[in-house]
């Protein structure tokens, strides 16, 4: 194995992140190692001293890995944050759309208790709320990204990012055992229904792992 292969290998074993940024970062890497040896070369250094020195020169792999991990860590959060400002209201408007075109309206129901109505209107309020904390946290990061270094940002960008998630996945748990309380036919008003609805939890719980995967990242840096 090259010297350069080796330390690409390397710091491939210290990344953790989407695997095609991922290989975008090692492909740029190599590029760049590749240039510098070719550079040694030409001065009439050997090939592995060409490469021991364009490593050398590239800088220590884990001081690379923390910076390159930084940057996984932000483009998986920034991802993560464009699926939850897309995916919450469109899957409570397809949801919506749903039970009036194959159900009807909500006054064919039995009458609900009291505080059933709060878990609803809090449901429907995080349906907005959470969107507004996503573009929030977006532009904090890009505002932050300017200011902090990247580990410092991918700490915060991982709060923000855990908020929103969080708030999400708290309403959706809440209206799902509320309402199995009540009646569990609710969650299945009709067949379209029934399917928006398993969707909507599992967009919520996939969502909540690729935060986990933003927090993941930062402990990476950390290490």
């Not at 855990?162 to 969650?187: C, H, K, M, Q």
Request: with cysteine.
């Amino acid at each position: 194995m090259t010297v350069i292969e080796a330390y690409l290998g390397e710091l491939r074993t210290r990344l953790d992140g989407p695997a095609s940024a991922k290989r975008d970062l090692l492909r740029e890497a190599r590029d760049g190692l590749n240039d510098a040896a070719d550079a040694y070369r030409d001065g009439g250094w050997s090939e592995h001293e060409a490469q021991r020195r364009a490593v050398a020169d590239f800088g220590p792999v884990h001081l690379i890995a923390r910076d390159y991990q930084a940057e996984l860590g932000m483009h998986s959060g920034t991802r993560t944050l464009w699926k939850l400002i897309l995916g919450v209201p469109l899957m409570q408007l397809a949801w919506e759309l749903a039970r009036k075109w194959t159900f009807g309206d909500w006054s064919q129901l039995a009458p609900t208790p009291g505080w059933y109505k709060y878990i609803a209107q809090f449901t429907h309020g995080s349906v907005f709320i959470v969107p507004v904390l996503g573009v929030f946290a977006l532009v904090s990061m890009r505002w932050l990204s300017r200011r902090m270094d990247g580990a410092r940002l991918v700490k915060t960008a991982g709060v923000l990012i855990g908020e929103a998630v969080g708030l999400n996945l708290l309403s959706v748990a809440l209206l799902v055992i509320a309402t199995g309380f009540i009646d569990a036919s609710r969650l299945f008003l009709s067949v379209p229904c029934g399917i928006l609805m398993v969707l909507w939890i599992v967009v919520s719980v996939r969502l909540a792992l690729l935060a986990r995967r933003s927090w993941r990242s930062c402990a990476t840096i950390v290490a």
